[in-house]
């Protein structure tokens, strides 16, 4: 993620100091590390090449090493650094690679998230993810830590995509991420004057879209959407 600073000026009335006017402050932006985009209809999933390292063993080493003498201490040192810079450059690709592949099986799974944003999320595990690439689960772990994607609907760390679900009436499984949504919808149409509680929340999912999911959980839910309890959404 690149970060650029940004100075920020404020105005100061006269004969009033303070520090709070004075210093700098950061403006960070997301760089996306995958890029997913449709054409034709189809998802095309890539890496912005923008990102990648540009690495190579430069020839001055080669040459070096030609010109070397055999059993000189200076030669074996020298092909040791080479090995070691052959080394470092093949496991940066051989990461890349396996992003691309842990980002291709992700977006294959959330294919209806991309056609139609959170209602479309499916759950997904990490260990899906860690089977069809044929990687350990911690290997997927550490490949998508601090990742972001660009795809149609919006910038997203590849983390959001790994979601739990909740089993509809229907046998069907919903996502987090679009119980989360139902929920905030719910609330947002709710008469203010007589606010839906957790209990009324948790029913009406089960009325309205087959999701029977406890009262509790609803609560779980609406504190990470950040919405306040009835008690405090009520308007007199």
């Not at 993620?1 to 920020?8: A, F, L």
């Not at 997301?30 to 020839?59: M, N, W």
């Not at 209602?119 to 997904?124: A, E, T």
């Not at 839910?221 to 007199?236: E, H, M, T």
């Amino acid at each position: 993620m690149s970060t650029k600073k940004v100075s920020v000026k404020r105005t100061v009335p006269p004969g009033r100091l303070t520090g709070a006017g004075y210093g700098e402050a950061q403006a960070q932006t997301i760089t996306p590390d995958v890029l997913v985009e449709e054409i034709d209809g189809e998802y095309e999933v890539r890496l912005d090449r923008q990102r990648i390292p540009r690495l190579s063993l430069s020839p001055a080493y080669r040459e070096f090493l030609k010109q070397a003498q055999k059993g000189d201490g200076v030669r074996e040192w020298v092909k040791k650094r080479v090995e070691s810079a052959r080394w470092f450059i093949e496991a940066v690709h051989q990461r890349q690679s396996t992003l691309l592949m842990i980002a291709e099986s992700i977006f294959r799974r959330q294919r209806s998230f991309l056609d139609r944003g959170v209602p479309g999320f499916s759950p997904l595990r990490m260990q899906e993810v860690a089977d069809e690439v044929g990687v350990h689960i911690s290997t997927v772990s550490r490949a998508v830590a601090g990742k972001y994607a660009q795809t149609p609907r919006g910038i997203f760390p590849l983390k959001y995509f790994f979601t739990g679900g909740t089993t509809m009436e229907s046998g069907e499984v919903a996502s987090q991420a679009s119980v989360k949504q139902k929920i905030a919808e719910l609330v947002s149409s709710e008469d203010t004057s007589n606010p839906l509680s957790d209990e009324d929340l948790a029913a009406k999912l089960e009325a309205k879209d087959q999701i029977r999911i406890a009262r509790r959980t609803v609560t779980k839910y609406r504190k990470a959407l950040g919405i306040p309890s009835s008690s405090q959404r009520k308007q007199f």
